[in-house]
């Protein structure tokens, strides 16, 4: 994990606490991580989150940029093979939606959600080495401003 993203993991921890939400943090070394999933190749999240009246989320938080542009507008991008389609199969096997929220190091009171699904319509490309990649637009995503927003503002708008 990069320093990044552990910020990122910290700096979202924090938000929870101090909204009350109840989760699980993940915690992410080799030895905490059963046989079972490591031959079904999946990948897991960083916290299970409680809704009240709804269930659990996956969410996966991504200390980075949206450092990619694509048709004039800035986008996120994830490693195909090593998010997309491991988080295809956990979700598969679990049956928990996951999210990714995304925090920019730059702006960290801002959080971009996108839910799992909507990663799978977005765009892929092939990089230089001939790795996929999906295209996230930043305006594909849910924007929190972790000063004001909850996790309502984000089920609203994703169940409307």
Known sequence: MSVEENWAELQFKEWLDNQDYGYFYIEQSPETFSQFFKKEITKRPDFFVILKGIGIIAIDVKGKDANFERYGKKCFTLDEELEVRRYFSFEQLTRIPVWFVFIPPQQPSLQYWIPFLKVLECEKEVNKEGKE????????????????????????????
Do not use: A, G, W
């Open 133 to 160: 990649f999906r295209i996230v637009p930043v305006d594909k995503c849910i924007v929190l401003q972790t000063n004001r927003d909850k996790i309502s503002r984000i089920i609203e708008q994703f169940i409307t």
